[in-house]
């Protein structure tokens, strides 16, 4: 599907969507990317740069489709920046980038994982710039390594282009301008002036192979959603989810499926640094006593201030060499690698910047036990459904168990927002897990739980809702990697099925909804 040459100077930022079985969607609400640098500034601004490094494999089939985008990655020395060659288009002197010539330049890229984490931000305005093919492809491969419940693989993506959805793009804005309408409260919190390209991602309809878990194809869309967003830092791209949609009008434009659900929108290209008040306000965090207990909910804790980690993956190589590991060794896990951990759970994307997140870290053995308890009664459960289910986790063992609960309270105030909760935390659980994969320590997110034991052994309050419980430790296996799709089916063009829907129409807005709009616009930014 995303084969075939793409010339340099042809303008295209591609679109994705994100689709999935009875999940929502949410915008996240966070800052633009602080400046890294005078020469990336400058770029941006100018609307010059176009980076492009070597493709990564697509891999054939079975064991090499499977391992075909890490068979040539190698682990990063530490601390040691990539030099990648990028070709840079000059713009000609009357500001044109068709009629500018290209350079190849080297460029020292800060790929460490922990570094990529801590540095990713929210994109919202984009230089008139170009994102290659390539490029794009190694934003999709990124997805593809995504975790999921029994490997399920939910996440399904349709690309729209510009030049090839001219239709298409239009209905699809509309769609967005009627949803901020009826959504009257979140227009006064989001403006998107100079929004220019989208990106939308789509999930389809598989949880998790067992009973009592409705959101896995949710928390396999964040988890990929993450995994891009990571990736297209990297390539020194920002980007921006939307999930602030009307979602049946836009499963109908997109022709998909009544079951599926649709997930979201991520718009990506070239990011042009702005200093608002707002990215000023979205860069702050809650430390990590406000959001990290030990043992039970509210238990609060003094955490080691973070140290400089010792990554030994790049974050290219951590996403596509992360695996769910459930055997661990007996060498315990100090606090400055938890440390570590929670930090970069911590700063995760969310919507509206809310941070719904909250971490229980779990080293007493007797609760390690309940939790077991309430894993092992959800696999038998299961086994007599005659479902298989997740093969099982020693939780009593492994060094540390983390768990992640969301808080529902703290979710985005418009149509469909009452998922991102769960998107937030996700988002949280994939940073956790790839920076583990990065110190070479092995983890697992455990879902299939009975819940009710699971909370009361972790004194969850009613209004959290449980993720889940990762285990973490280093590694006593070395799981193979499992079967991925290729990029042409996880990816598709100009609609679910290869081409557009129906174009649903627009409602105009209610009178009294256009006479009450002043009260929640913010007029001060006129």
């Given at each position: 599907m995303l084969g075939g040459a793409q010339s340099a100077d042809q303008r295209w930022l591609p679109l994705l969507y994100l689709v999935a079985r009875r999940g929502r969607g949410v915008r996240e609400g966070e800052g633009l990317d602080p400046p890294r640098g005078a020469r990336r500034?400058?770029?941006?601004?100018?609307?010059?740069?176009?980076?492009?490094?070597?493709?990564?494999?697509?891999?054939?089939?079975?064991?090499?489709?499977?391992?075909?985008?890490?068979?040539?990655?190698?682990?990063?020395?530490?601390?040691?920046?990539?030099?990648?060659?990028?070709?840079?288009?000059?713009?000609?002197?009357?500001?044109?980038?068709?009629?500018?010539?290209?350079?190849?330049?080297?460029?020292?890229?800060?790929?460490?994982?922990?570094?990529?984490?801590?540095?990713?931000?929210?994109?919202?305005?984009?230089?008139?710039?170009?994102?290659?093919r390539d490029t794009l492809e190694r934003i999709i491969d990124a997805a593809r390594w995504a975790p999921s419940a029994g490997n399920a693989q939910p996440v399904r993506l349709i690309v729209l282009r510009p030049e090839t959805d001219r239709a298409t793009l239009p209905a699809l804005q509309a769609i967005a301008q009627e949803s901020k309408r009826i959504s009257s409260y979140w227009v006064a919190m989001f403006?998107?002036?100079?929004?220019?390209?989208?990106?939308?991602?789509?999930?389809?309809?598989?949880?998790?192979g067992y009973a009592g878990d409705r959101g896995g194809h949710l928390v396999a869309a964040a988890a990929a959603i993450q995994n891009m967003k990571l990736q297209l830092h990297a390539e020194g791209l920002g980007a921006v989810l939307y999930t602030h949609w009307i979602e049946e009008k836009a499963k109908m434009l997109l022709?998909?499926?009544?079951?599926?659900?649709?997930?979201?929108?991520?718009?990506?290209?070239?990011?042009?640094?702005?200093?608002?008040?707002?990215?000023?306000?979205?860069?702050?965090?809650?430390?990590?006593?406000?959001?990290?207990?030990?043992d039970r909910f509210g238990n609060a804790s003094h955490w080691p201030p973070p140290q400089t980690p010792r990554d030994e993956l790049d974050i290219t190589d951590a996403i596509r060499r992360r695996r769910s590991v459930r055997r661990f060794t007996d060498a315990p896990l100090d606090d400055a690698r938890v440390t570590l951990l929670l930090e970069s759970a911590r700063w995760a994307p969310s919507a509206g910047n809310f941070q719904?997140?909250?971490?229980?870290?779990?080293?007493?053995?007797?609760?390690?036990?309940?939790?077991?308890?309430?894993?092992?009664?959800?696999?038998?459960?299961?086994?007599?459904?005659?479902?298989?289910?997740?093969?099982?986790?020693?939780?009593?063992?492994?060094?540390?168990?983390?768990?992640?609960?969301?808080?529902?309270?703290?979710?985005?105030p418009h149509v469909?927002?009452?998922?991102?909760?769960?998107?937030?935390?996700?988002?949280?659980?994939?940073?956790?897990?790839?920076?583990?994969?990065?110190?070479?320590?092995?983890?697992?997110?455990?879902?299939?739980?009975?819940?009710?034991?699971?909370?009361?052994?972790?004194?969850?309050?009613?209004?959290?809702?449980?993720?889940?419980?990762?285990?973490?430790?280093?590694?006593?296996?070395?799981?193979?990697?499992?079967?991925?799709?290729?990029?042409?089916?996880l990816a598709r063009e100009h609609g679910f099925d290869g081409h557009p829907g129906e174009d649903p129409g627009i409602a105009p807005l209610p009178a009294v909804w256009r006479s009450e709009r002043g009260i929640f616009e913010d007029r001060s930014a006129r």
């Open positions: 500034r400058e770029a941006a601004a100018a609307g010059d740069p176009r980076r492009e490094g070597s493709s990564l494999p697509g891999g054939a089939g079975g064991a090499d489709r499977a391992r075909g985008s890490e068979r040539d990655a190698a682990a990063l020395s530490r601390g040691q920046p990539r030099l990648q060659q990028h070709p840079v288009q000059v713009p000609s002197r009357d500001g044109r980038l068709d009629a500018g010539e290209t350079r190849v330049v080297t460029v020292a890229l800060d790929l460490r994982t922990s570094h990529v984490i801590r540095e990713r931000r929210t994109v919202r305005t984009f230089a008139d710039a170009p994102v290659t403006r998107p002036t100079g929004v220019r390209e989208y990106v939308i991602v789509a999930d389809p309809s598989r949880s998790g022709d998909v499926p009544r079951t599926w659900s649709f997930i979201g929108l991520l718009c990506l290209g070239w990011p042009v640094p702005l200093d608002t008040k707002e990215r000023r306000a979205a860069l702050h965090r809650k430390s990590l006593e406000q959001i990290a207990f030990v719904p997140w909250r971490f229980i870290v779990v080293r007493d053995r007797a609760v390690r036990e309940r939790l077991q308890r309430a894993a092992d009664l959800a696999r038998e459960a299961n086994a007599d459904l005659g479902l298989s289910g997740e093969p099982r986790v020693d939780l009593v063992s492994a060094p540390v168990v983390i768990a992640i609960t969301a808080d529902p309270q703290k979710i985005g469909h927002g009452e998922m991102t909760h769960l998107i937030g935390a996700s988002l949280a659980a994939e940073n956790l897990w790839v920076q583990a994969t990065a110190i070479t320590l092995g983890a697992v997110l455990v879902r299939q739980l009975v819940h009710d034991l699971a909370r009361a052994a972790l004194a969850v309050p009613a209004d959290e809702e449980l993720l889940g419980v990762i285990a973490i430790g280093e590694p006593a296996e070395a799981p193979p990697a499992t079967r991925r799709l290729d990029r042409n089916e």
